[in-house]
C-alpha cells in the first residue's frame, strides 16, 4: 500500500472518529497538558509501570495455574518430589516451572514486579508525605493512595498463598491465628473465609477470584480516578524560577513526556524481566507443599508483610488471658490489627488534621522542601523507623543466628526499643530540619561561602561571601512558617459562651506542637537592616530593589 492510501486510510478513520466521539478535542487539549520534570515524579510512574506488568505477567500465567486445593499425585521432572501428594494449586506451579517454556521467568518476573509495585508506591506516598502534595485540592487522592498501598499489600498476600507451598501455608496459618484472635467472632469468621476447618479445600479458589479479578478490578479503578484528577488539577511542581501557584513548568505530554514516559516503562520493564531471569525468588519446590505439621527453618514473609509478623513476635505472650471459659488473645489482637489500625487512620485523615491545625484552606500546587516543615518530616521519619523495628523483629530469627547472638535478648531489646527510637528519631530530624533553616536564613543574609580569606589593612581578617541570586534567594524564603495558633477565649464580647471552645484549645495546644519550634524566613526588614549596616559585604547596594521584590515574593 502507498504512502498516500495510506495516509487517506488514517484521515477517513480518524475524521469518522472524531465526528462521532470529539476526539480531536480530547486528544488536543490531553496532547498539551504539562507535566514538570523531576526524578521523584518517577516514583508514581514505577509504580504505575510495575502495575502494568504484574497485569501482563499476570495474564500469562492464569493460562496454566489451576485454583484448586484437590490432592493429586505428582509425576513431574523434579523427582524429589515424584510420587508425593500435593495440591493441583502447587502441582500445576511446579508445571509452570519446569514444563512450560517460558513459564519460570513469568513466574519470577510477577513476584518481582509485585514487589517493585509495593515499593515504589509506598517510596511515592512518603515524597508525597514529606513534600506537602496531599494538600487540597489533592486530599482525595491522597486517600486513594492509602487505599491502593492497602491494597496492594493485600494483593501480595493473596498471590503469595495460591501455590500452596510450605512456605505460604506457613503464612496463611499466621494469617488464619490473626483471624481468630478477633474477639468474640473471630472464629465465625475464620470458619467463612476458609469454608470450614483449617486449611480446607475453599480457601484457594476464594483467593484465585479475590486475586485476579475482584482486587485487580478496583485497583484499575481507583488508578484511573487517580490519574483523571491529576489531570483536573494539574500536577504538583517544586518551587523555582517562574513557578507559581497559578502555573505549571514542564513538557507538553505530546511528544516530549510521551516519550520519556514510554522509554522509561521499558527501562523498568527491562530491569524487572532482568531480575526475574538473573535472581530466583520463591522457588516452592524447594519448600515443598504445604503440610501443616511442619515449618521452614527461618521462615520470612514478604517485606510488606514482615512488620505485622514482628509486632506479633515481640508482643508480650502473657496478655492473653480467659474470660467466662473463653480465650482472649490481646497479644494477637493488639498487634497486628489494632497497631495498623493505629498506623493507617492517622494517616488517611492527616490532609484534614494538618489543614485543621494551620487553618489553612488556600489551593497548594508549588510542594513543601521537607526542611521547612521540621514536624511533619519528623513524623514521617518517625513513621519510618517504626516500620523498619518492627520489620527488623520479624526476623528476629535470623538477627540471632547470624550474628549468634540470643534470640530472647534481641526480643527484650526490641520490646524497649520500639518505643523509644521512634520519638527519639522524630526529635533529631526535627532539629536537623531546623538546623537547616538556620544554616539557610544565614546564607541569606551573609551570602554563600567562598572559602576565600580577606585580610584588612588594619589585619582583620575574614572570608568572603557570594551574594546569591534573586531565584536562590526567593527559594530559601519563599515558604510559609506559620505561628502556634491562639485559641480564642471561651466567652465573646457580649459574655456569650463561644461554640467549641474545648476543640480550640485542643487546637491550640497540637498548633504549639507544630509550630512552637520554628525558624521564620528572612523579611525584606531584615535585609535591608543588612544592607543598610554594610556588614556583610557579599551583599550589593545595587541591587536592593530586586532582592526587596524576591524576598516580598515569598510571603
Known amino acids: 500500500m502507498s504512502d498516500s492510501a495510506i495516509n487517506k486510510v488514517g484521515a477517513t478513520t480518524g475524521n469518522w472518529l472524531d465526528e462521532r466521539l470529539g476526539a480531536s478535542g480530547v486528544v488536543k487539549g490531553f496532547s498539551r497538558k504539562v507535566f514538570p520534570d523531576h526524578w521523584s515524579f518517577m516514583l508514581g510512574e514505577i509504580a504505575l509501570y510495575s502495575f502494568v506488568i504484574l497485569l501482563l505477567s499476570g495474564t500469562f500465567l492464569t493460562f496454566f495455574f489451576i485454583p484448586s486445593a484437590a490432592e493429586v499425585t505428582y509425576d513431574g521432572p523434579y523427582t524429589t518430589l515424584a510420587g508425593q501428594t500435593v495440591s493441583e494449586a502447587f502441582d500445576s506451579t511446579m508445571r509452570l516451572s519446569f514444563e512450560v517454556r517460558g513459564g519460570l521467568l513469568m513466574r519470577q518476573i510477577h513476584h518481582w514486579a ?142 516530549i513526556y510521551t516519550a520519556k514516559a514510554g522509554g522509561f516503562f521499558f527501562i523498568v520493564f527491562g530491569v524487572t524481566a532482568l531480575m526475574g531471569a538473573l535472581f530466583t525468588i520463591n522457588g516452592i519446590w524447594v519448600y515443598g507443599p504445604y503440610d501443616p505439621s511442619p515449618i521452614g527453618a527461618g521462615a520470612q514473609p514478604d517485606f510488606y508483610m514482615g512488620f505485622l509478623d514482628g509486632a506479633v513476635r515481640i508482643m508480650p505472650g502473657f496478655v492473653e488471658f480467659t474470660v467466662w471459659g473463653h480465650t482472649v488473645s490481646p497479644n494477637i489482637f493488639l498487634p497486628t490489627l489494632v497497631l495498623p489500625g493505629l498506623m493507617v487512620t492517622p494517616a488517611l485523615l492527616y490532609p484534614w488534621i494538618e489543614a485543621w491545625v494551620t487553618g489553612d484552606k488556600r489551593e497548594h500546587h508549588l510542594l513543601d522542601r521537607p526542611r521547612n516543615q521540621p514536624t511533619r518530616t519528623g513524623l514521617g521519619v518517625m513513621a519510618i523507623t517504626l516500620y523498619v523495628l518492627l520489620w527488623i523483629s520479624g526476623g528476629n530469627d535470623i538477627v540471632a543466628t547470624h550474628l549468634h547472638l540470643s534470640i530472647n535478648d534481641i526480643t527484650h531489646v526490641l520490646r524497649v526499643i520500639v518505643f523509644v527510637f521512634p520519638p527519639l528519631a522524630y526529635v533529631i530530624t526535627k532539629r536537623i530540619c531546623l538546623g537547616l533553616q538556620r544554616k539557610d536564613r544565614e546564607k541569606v543574609l551573609h551570602g554563600r561561602e567562598t572559602g576565600r580569606v580577606f585580610r584588612t589593612e588594619e589585619g582583620e581578617v575574614f572570608e568572603l561571601h557570594a551574594p546569591l541570586s534573586a531565584n536562590d534567594r526567593w527559594l530559601l524564603v519563599g515558604f510559609d512558617s506559620p505561628e502556634p495558633a491562639q485559641a480564642l477565649s471561651a466567652t465573646d464580647s457580649s459574655g456569650v459562651r463561644r461554640p467549641g471552645g474545648a476543640l480550640e484549645k485542643v487546637r491550640e495546644k497540637i498548633s504549639k506542637f507544630y509550630f512552637e519550634d520554628r525558624v521564620a524566613p528572612v523579611t525584606p526588614a531584615e535585609l535591608a537592616e543588612a544592607h543598610h549596616h554594610g556588614d556583610h559585604e557579599e551583599i550589593s547596594a545595587s541591587g536592593g530593589g530586586d532582592e526587596k521584590h524576591a524576598i516580598s515574593s515569598g510571603h
Not at 506516598?125 to 499489600?153: C, D, H, Q, S, Y
Not at 493473596?158 to 501455590?163: A, E, K, R, V, W
Not at 481468630?180 to 483449617?198: A, D, Q
Open 114 to 255: 509485585a514487589l517493585i509495585f509495593v515499593v515504589s508506591m509506598i517510596v511515592h506516598m512518603f515524597r508525597i508525605f514529606f513534600t506537602g502534595a496531599f494538600r487540597k485540592p489533592r486530599e482525595i487522592n491522597w486517600v486513594i493512595g492509602m487505599i491502593l498501598a492497602i491494597l496492594a499489600v493485600i494483593e501480595g498476600f493473596l498471590g503469595y498463598s495460591l501455590p500452596d507451598d510450605l512456605l505460604s501455608g506457613n503464612g496463611l496459618r499466621i494469617a488464619q491465628g490473626i483471624v481468630l484472635g478477633i474477639p468474640v467472632v473471630g472464629s465465625y469468621v475464620s470458619f467463612f473465609l476458609f469454608g470450614g476447618g483449617f486449611p480446607g479445600e475453599a480457601f484457594i479458589p476464594r483467593f484465585y477470584t479475590l486475586h485476579v479479578l475482584l482486587i485487580p478490578a478496583i485497583m484499575l479503578a481507583l488508578i484511573t480516578f487517580h490519574l483523571i484528577l491529576v489531570v483536573v488539577h494539574k500536577h504538583t511542581q517544586y518551587p523555582g524560577p517562574g513557578k507559581t501557584n497559578s502555573n505549571v513548568v514542564g513538557f507538553p505530554l505530546f511528544p
